[in-house]
């Protein structure tokens, strides 16, 4: 099966959303630093649990480009595309 | 805009630290040693539980004496890069000593224990390798991958099946996988299951690198680390260390079987670049190195002290690591009371360390004690009571 970006980003929210600490409002553009005040370790932590529900690494280099909710989707499926 | 306004999180971060009248806990000056196991803070004689310095080897006299008189003969710095500007004899002679102490064929000897993880992993995985990191790994490590431009897959820590499930991902993608572990992990002190990580190692074709910084000279029946303890020292290929623990001086190493080490000193940026180990520093280790190999009875009194005070700690109703290892830990919940604690712990002639988050796993605050050899009973019974005296006060603990 292969997921889109808006499937993939619905996941990452919901994952998001089951740490009461997250803002309620966060979508797709929402920013994971700035907005949901994560701190470097906390995106790593975060991005391994996304890792473990889709079967994907996301090597560490690529989470620098990253800013958005909506970005990490579509890194993830490109990723599983075997970009 | 001032160039240091991107700072202003971090300072607003230690003005609350500091904020009630309380101490930099960054800026803590020991005046000047007593022995290994006391020194003079603030005027006063203070109880070391901080300073890595496992077997009190950093007051050895027979490394102070090899100093003293390498001094006299070499004089005190070598100026340059050993690239450069050139190997001194006693540079040769050290990394002999080290890959002897080890079993194996190479040693290559670095400035820092920073730079030799730095130094390493930079140089072993290049832009179209894998370097599979533990997800506690140190600073060290993870700025060497950095410096490397590999792909960088972090796997939960400790756990060899999640590793094994990334290199699984990895199937068929061209290129070396490194994983790197530590021996004993520096903020909670718990041990690495290595013989498991040796087996994923094995049946998945990459490379192990082990970090033994904390464990060599305190694990294993020769005190090589873990790797000795676990009999699964051919699995590993290259070893990391520090002789700014155990060995009580300073400067980094890397051992390993592998002929290929010898090209890593022409493509190692943090081993080209700075200046080489002073020759005082060198004497001073090797002669700590021998006090290691002599005395194995410094091993086995410091693990009886770890775990002293270790079920110490917990027996007061402190919450620590699951393991009694040289580093101690006890993990609090909130940012303010373990500040508070480490103010009051120094108050009353103690010293340890405070680590807070993000420089710690699972965001919690600790207060990291390390244990020497050379404490005695006596000093382990009366920081627990100090320990225990401050967790009433503030009401910590359970």
């Given at each position: 099966?292969?997921?889109?970006?808006?499937?993939?980003?619905?996941?990452?929210?919901?994952?998001?959303?089951?740490?009461?600490?997250?803002?309620?409002?966060?979508?797709?553009?929402?920013?994971?630093?700035?907005?949901?005040?994560?701190?470097?370790?906390?995106?790593?932590?975060?991005?391994?649990?996304?890792?473990?529900?889709?079967?994907?690494?996301?090597?560490?280099?690529?989470?620098?480009?990253?800013?958005?909710?909506?970005?990490?989707?579509?890194?993830?499926?490109?990723?599983?595309?075997?970009? | 805009?001032?160039?240091?306004?991107?700072?202003?999180?971090?300072?607003?971060?230690?003005?609350a630290v500091t904020n009630g009248g309380g101490r930099n806990p960054f800026s803590v000056v020991?005046?000047?040693?007593?022995?290994?196991?006391?020194?003079?803070?603030?005027?006063?004689?203070?109880?070391?539980?901080?300073?890595n310095n496992y077997l009190g080897l950093s007051q050895s006299e027979a490394a102070i004496d090899?100093?003293?008189?390498?001094?006299?003969?070499?004089?005190?710095?070598?100026?340059?890069?050993?690239?450069?500007?050139?190997?001194?004899?006693?540079?040769?002679?050290?990394?002999?000593?080290?890959?002897?102490?080890?079993?194996?064929?190479?040693?290559?000897?670095?400035?820092?224990?920073?730079?030799?993880?730095?130094?390493?992993?930079?140089?072993?995985?290049?832009?179209?390798?894998?370097?599979?990191?533990?997800?506690?790994?140190?600073?060290?490590?993870?700025?060497?991958?950095?410096?490397?431009?590999?792909?960088?897959?972090?796997?939960?820590?400790?756990?060899?099946?999640?590793?094994?499930?990334?290199?699984?991902?990895?199937?068929?993608?061209?290129?070396?996988?490194?994983?790197?572990?530590?021996?004993?992990?520096?903020?909670?002190?718990?041990?690495?299951?290595?013989?498991?990580?040796?087996?994923?190692?094995?049946?998945?074709?990459?490379?192990?690198?082990?970090?033994?910084?904390?464990?060599?000279?305190?694990?294993?029946?020769?005190?090589?680390?873990?790797?000795?303890a676990c009999g699964v020292e051919d699995d590993v290929d290259f070893v990391v260390g520090t002789?700014?623990?155990?060995?009580?001086?300073?400067?980094?190493?890397?051992?390993?079987?592998?002929?290929?080490?010898?090209?890593?000193?022409?493509?190692?940026?943090?081993?080209?670049?700075?200046?080489?180990?002073?020759?005082?520093?060198?004497?001073?280790?090797?002669?700590?190195?021998?006090?290691?190999?002599?005395?194995?009875?410094?091993?086995?009194?410091?693990?009886?002290?770890?775990?002293?005070?270790?079920?110490?700690?917990?027996?007061?109703?402190?919450?620590?690591?699951?393991?009694?290892?040289?580093?101690?830990?006890?993990?609090?919940?909130?940012?303010?009371?373990?500040?508070?604690?480490?103010?009051?712990?120094?108050?009353?002639?103690?010293?340890?360390?405070?680590?807070?988050?993000?420089?710690?796993?699972?965001?919690?605050?600790?207060?990291?004690?390390?244990?020497?050899?050379?404490?005695?009973?006596?000093?382990?019974?009366?920081?627990?009571?100090?320990?225990?005296?401050?967790?009433?006060?503030?009401?910590?603990?359970?």
């Amino acid at each position: 099966m292969s997921e889109t970006v808006a499937d993939v980003s619905a996941l990452i929210i919901q994952t998001l959303l089951a740490n009461p600490k997250v803002p309620r409002d966060i979508s797709g553009s929402s920013k994971i630093v700035e907005d949901l005040a994560f701190d470097s370790l906390a995106v790593m932590n975060f991005v391994m649990e996304i890792e473990d529900s889709l079967d994907v690494s996301v090597p560490l280099d690529r989470l620098a480009d990253i800013r958005t909710i909506d970005d990490l989707a579509n890194c993830i499926v490109s990723l599983k595309q075997g970009d | 805009m001032s160039i240091f306004t991107k700072y202003e999180p971090l300072a607003r971060s230690l003005a609350a630290v500091t904020n009630g009248g309380g101490r930099n806990p960054f800026s803590v000056v020991i005046d000047h040693p007593v022995s290994s196991t006391v020194g003079v803070i603030e005027g006063r004689e203070t109880l070391l539980f901080g300073t890595n310095n496992y077997l009190g080897l950093s007051q050895s006299e027979a490394a102070i004496d090899a100093a003293i008189d390498t001094l006299r003969t070499h004089g005190v710095g070598t100026t340059g890069s050993r690239i450069a500007n050139g190997t001194q004899g006693l540079h040769r002679q050290l990394e002999e000593r080290i890959a002897a102490f080890f079993r194996r064929r190479h040693c290559m000897v670095f400035s820092t224990g920073y730079q030799a993880n730095l130094g390493m992993i930079s140089a072993l995985a290049g832009k179209d390798d894998y370097l599979l990191l533990d997800a506690d790994s140190h600073a060290s490590i993870y700025d060497g991958s950095r410096l490397s431009q590999a792909q960088v897959i972090r796997f939960r820590h400790n756990d060899p099946e999640d590793l094994h499930k990334r290199l699984r991902r990895l199937d068929g993608t061209p290129g070396a996988k490194l994983i790197v572990v530590e021996g004993i992990y520096s903020m909670m002190g718990d041990v690495v299951p290595m013989a498991e990580f040796a087996a994923v190692k094995r049946e998945t074709g990459a490379w192990l690198l082990a970090d033994e910084a904390h464990s060599v000279g305190v694990m294993g029946e020769h005190g090589r680390g873990v790797a000795e303890a676990c009999g699964v020292e051919d699995d590993v290929d290259f070893v990391v260390g520090t002789f700014s623990k155990s060995l009580g001086t300073v400067g980094g190493y890397c051992v390993s079987d592998q002929d290929g080490l010898d090209l890593i000193r022409l493509c190692s940026r943090p081993y080209m670049f700075t200046a080489s180990l002073p020759p005082d520093v060198i004497a001073a280790t090797m002669a700590a190195l021998s006090e290691l190999e002599q005395q194995p009875e410094l091993r086995h009194r410091l693990m009886d002290n770890a775990r002293r005070l270790h079920a110490g700690l917990n027996a007061i109703g402190l919450r620590t690591g699951p393991q009694a290892s040289p580093v101690v830990s006890v993990v609090l919940d909130e940012v303010a009371q373990a500040v508070q604690f480490w103010n009051r712990l120094l108050d009353l002639g103690v010293y340890v360390n405070l680590s807070l988050p993000p420089a710690t796993p699972d965001q919690h605050p600790l207060l990291r004690t390390s244990v020497m050899a050379t404490h005695d009973a006596a000093q382990i019974d009366q920081a627990i009571e100090i320990f225990a005296t401050v967790a009433r006060e503030i009401g910590a603990g359970h």
